[in-house]
């Protein structure tokens, strides 16, 4: 199989770029103009091409064995979308620098290849780019596109490089990850409704008029704190505050997070919860700005799923390209999930992991009794609802089974008692006071106590990851340090760089170096970033063994969603289950199950 390494260099301006608009919208724009190409097959020189659309698209065509290659790109989702869209062509696989420096060196270090060609010394990312502003292809001259040709190849030999250092020992399963997540975006499949979506974004800007209209306000009136915190004094309420953060002062407390906001908005007063109502409602654009995003997409094509590889510390996928699909409202209002339909004459189906982190928790912790209850397909939340309560798991009520329910999902990362009863209210509305709150984390201690002696096993392993030491915890001791790095069953790190602590009352106080600053690390806390980084390992290996069969268009947090014909539905559905049950040979013993659901759209099959 060839490695084709590829850089486009297109047409852009001021208000035309990258840094303005989505990768998606630049791409599929009436402005798109390639202004050149560099290729390279293997270690073969780096061709540069430059021509009509027709002219490359007979010279990128005919030139290479794409169907027998693997492309390389810094940036695939731009390039290798770029040879799709444009060009129709479509290789073997996909493959990214991008991508592999997020797994190698952390999310925490930039992925730029300029940084990278530093970092490895390579050699130096051109600035021709900046000359090519505003400037079409006919706008160049033979010795300016001569020139811009050079740093095009220059680009390409960077990326060749930097992939043949990088991907040594890189694990081949994750270069198969990085070609699954790639395509979710370059081989769009999913289609949109867009009637749909228009007649949500109608109703959607009519309930924020409304809203105005009921408290008797201006949108001016509750979009400023002044003016808002003015109405409110009208009331006779004093408006809430806190100390910012960012300028250690006395602010209003008017985000839709603070606890004083809350209380506005649950207000017995009823003029002040419509005026909470109204300053809540019309500060909410997030799902306003996504619907009509969509809607512009709908008008371009296909759907293509944005879905950013290795986007967590623990290498978890995340949103990109500014429509964040891992987190669309799905409660409330799942107008955004319906409008994502299945191709013509295809199904989706939505196969979640069940309790996967609580699951790995307990088999990692060794906590054999909660290993079992989920092996029999126990109701789990029941029993830690009948621990607490000390009632027979029949006689559990629904609310008591909430309780147990956050307990097992909340408590099991060092959860202390002030936040778990924030936690509950949050969730649920259920007040319980501080002293029932120390009881209830108590008991889960106590009953899950070999979780509880795993949080001072990581601990312990912070410690012996300062003093240069190495460590094997967990079930099978499968979790173990190189360095100050936790070395993941999928072969890649999970880094915890600049490792250090100060002196606390409580003793050593651990932090390591992060873009933002320095950020606050403990026993709970990488055993949290642990049982969510050997989720991801499992979703993977899962992800791979669905994709022999069937397009997986998208994946979110713990669920894989595909599509398949609507011809081999249940076929399809009974393949994925089983594939979502499969427990890798790294972890035997581990019992994990999964539900899904089918729909012709995604929002229909939950």
Not at 164 to 181: C, N, Q, S, V, Y
Not at 242 to 260: L, M, Q, R, V, W
Not at 297 to 313: F, N
Request: contains cysteine; hydrophobic residues 35%; proline residues 3%.
């Amino acid at each position: 199989m060839d490695l084709i390494t590829i850089d486009f260099e297109t047409y852009y301006d001021k208000q035309y770029s990258l840094s303005k608009i989505t990768t998606e919208e630049y791409v599929r724009d009436p402005r798109f103009e390639v202004i050149g190409v560099g290729v390279k097959v293997n270690n073969q020189p780096t061709e540069w091409a430059s021509g009509e659309h027709n002219e490359l698209k007979r010279y990128l065509q005919d030139s290479f064995n794409w169907k027998n290659a693997m492309v390389l790109a810094h940036n695939a989702m731009f390039d290798n979308s770029i040879l799709a869209w444009h060009y129709d062509i479509h290789p073997r696989i996909h493959t990214d620098t991008v991508c592999i420096a997020r797994a190698v060196h952390g999310v925490q270090t930039s992925a730029s290849l300029r940084n990278l060609a530093e970092k490895y010394q390579i050699g130096v990312k051109g600035n021709e780019v900046l000359d090519a502003l505003g400037k079409r292809r006919e706008d160049f001259r033979s010795d300016e596109l001569d020139k811009y040709g050079d740093y095009c190849i220059n680009d390409v030999e960077l990326t060749y490089k930097l992939f043949h250092l990088m991907a040594k020992g890189f694990p081949k399963k994750e270069l198969r990850l990085i070609d699954a997540t790639l395509r979710m975006f370059i081989d769009p499949v999913l289609r949109i409704d867009s009637p749909a979506l228009e007649t949500h974004l109608t109703a959607t800007r009519t309930n924020k008029k409304n809203f105005l209209l009921n408290a008797e306000v201006t949108k001016e009136e509750v979009m400023s704190n002044n003016k808002f915190a003015e109405l409110l004094r009208k009331e006779g309420v004093d408006p809430p505050t806190k100390i910012s953060p960012t300028t250690g002062k006395e602010t209003y407390a008017f985000a839709k997070t603070d606890k004083g906001f809350n209380e506005l908005l649950t207000s017995s007063n009823l003029a002040v919860k419509m005026l909470a109502e109204a300053r809540y409602m019309n500060k909410s654009t997030l799902d306003e700005t996504r619907t009509q995003r969509f809607i512009d997409i709908a008008k371009r094509g296909a759907l293509p799923v944005p879905i950013k590889y290795y986007a967590a510390h623990t290498g978890r996928w995340g949103g990109d390209d500014k429509i964040n699909m891992q987190n669309l409202p799905s409660r409330e209002d799942k107008s955004l999930k319906n409008s994502i339909c299945a191709p013509e004459g295809h199904m989706l189906i939505d196969c979640d992991s069940s309790q996967i982190e609580a699951r790995v928790l307990a088999w990692l912790a060794g906590q054999s009794d909660l290993v079992d209850a989920f092996a029999k397909g126990e109701d789990v939340y029941k029993k830690m609802a009948s621990s607490i309560y000390n009632v027979p798991v029949e006689e559990v009520t629904q609310g008591q089974r909430f309780v147990g329910k956050t307990a097992i999902l909340g408590a099991g990362y060092g959860m202390g008692s002030v936040r778990f009863k924030e936690q509950l209210k949050g969730q649920s509305g259920k007040y319980i006071d501080a002293d029932e709150a120390r009881r209830i984390i108590q008991v889960y201690r106590d009953t899950n106590w070999k979780i509880a002696s795993f949080w001072r096993a990581c601990q312990d392993m912070l410690v012996k990851m300062y003093n240069k030491q190495s460590v094997r915890i967990g079930t099978k001791g499968l979790i173990v340090n190189s360095g100050t790095a936790i070395v993941l069953p999928s072969g890649l790190l999970m880094r915890y760089d600049d490792l250090n602590f100060e002196q606390g009352e409580r003793g050593r106080e651990f932090s390591y170096a992060t873009r933002q600053g320095r950020t606050r690390i403990y026993g709970g806390k990488v055993t949290e970033n642990v049982c969510q980084a050997i989720a991801r390992c499992i979703i993977g290996e899962q992800m791979l063994d669905i994709a022999k069969k069937y397009k997986v268009v998208m994946t979110v947090h713990d669920s894989i969603v595909c599509s398949v014909p609507e011809y081999e539905t249940d076929e399809a559905q009974e393949y994925i289950e089983t594939c979502m049950r499969k427990v890798p040979d790294w972890c035997k013993g581990l019992p994990l199950d999964c539900e899904s659901g089918i729909g012709r759209t995604y929002g229909g099959c939950e």
